[in-house]
């Protein structure tokens, strides 16, 4: 049998700061001072803001010291340059973890949960959190503790205390919302800030309401998308992280249109997560840049 190798223990640094000349030679600096051999590197200046983001990543084994060592020294060249807070180091030796949010609507958590048991999505799903019962049987089935958290008229801050410890307890490095049909309150969207992640379809803000695939089909709309973005307490108007579209034709009636529109919600929020773990996201005011 072919023997499978781990990969490559890594060190990942991300962060932004005003620009300036001499940004990328302070890092490197650095990071060949102490030994650092860099595997990849990325760079990015906002014109708009005069904001420079990166996002480095050095082999773990070239450094003589762990990754809490790295993060107290890269301190100082991060207040040199003025770095804002957001500034992070992450190992990936350090298994990630997700809690899934869901509701009745099951194509997101599905695709989710295929991924990681295939492998292509390298993270633990710590539990999957629905405020109806109708997925309880698939998380299971894949090994995953499942809560039922029902949210009643009445008595919705009540569920979203239990959610909040249910998904605390794990403290995850993503929480999915994967078609859950539930509006964060604002203290969980400040609280989960950076790691709350929804999926919606780009029918909104245009069609609103019940029915949005039958509005646009009323419409005569030519492509379905989806948006992937961070939650915060502006409902579907936090920083995007991906979009995607697929083409509908006058031929495709309404359920060939929700068809399409959950293909391409699953790719985008599979996309997005993926990112989002991998440290790839700089979040700057409302917007984002995606290495």
């Known amino acids: ?59 773990a084994d070239s450094l003589p010291f762990d990754a809490a060592g790295l993060r107290a020294r890269f301190a100082e060249v991060a207040a040199d340059l003025s770095a804002d807070s957001s500034w992070q180091v992450s190992d990936t030796g350090e298994r990630r973890r997700a809690v899934i949010l869901v509701s009745k609507a099951g194509h997101c958590l599905y695709d989710l949960l295929g991924r ?30 499942f809560h039922h958290v029902p949210f009643p008229a009445g008595g919705k801050a009540e569920a979203f205390e239990e959610l909040r410890k249910l998904v605390d ?18 203290d969980l969207c400040r609280d989960w800030a950076g790691r709350a992640i929804n999926i919606h379809h780009s029918f909104l803000p245009s069609f609103i309401g ?27 108007a936090g920083p995007i992280i991906d979009q995607d579209v697929i083409r509908v034709d006058h031929g495709d009636s309404v359920e060939d249109m929700v068809r399409k529109g959950r293909d391409i919600e699953k790719v985008t929020l599979a996309r997005g997560l993926r990112w989002h773990l991998e440290n790839r996201v700089l979040v700057h005011g409302n917007r984002t840049v995606v290495f």
């Open 169 to 186: 307890e794990h403290d995850p490095h993503a929480v999915v919302l994967a078609r859950f049909m539930q509006i964060l309150p604002a």
């Open 116 to 145: 990681v048991a295939s492998g292509e999505l390298d993270v633990d799903i710590a539990a999957v959190i629905g405020n109806h019962e109708s997925l309880a049987d698939i998380t299971r089935a894949h090994g995953i503790p």
């Open 1 to 59: 049998m072919p023997v499978v190798t781990a990969p490559e223990r890594r060190y990942v640094i991300t962060f932004g700061c005003p620009d300036r000349t001499g940004i990328i030679a302070r890092i490197s600096g650095f990071l060949a001072e102490h030994g650092g051999w860099i595997v990849e590197a990325a760079y990015h200046t906002d014109p708009d803001t005069g904001w420079f983001f990166t996002r480095q990543v050095v082999r």
């Open 210 to 236: 019940a029915k949005p695939y039958h509005q646009a089909h009323t419409r005569g709309v030519k492509l379905v998308g989806a948006t992937c973005h961070y939650v915060t307490a502006d409902l579907d």
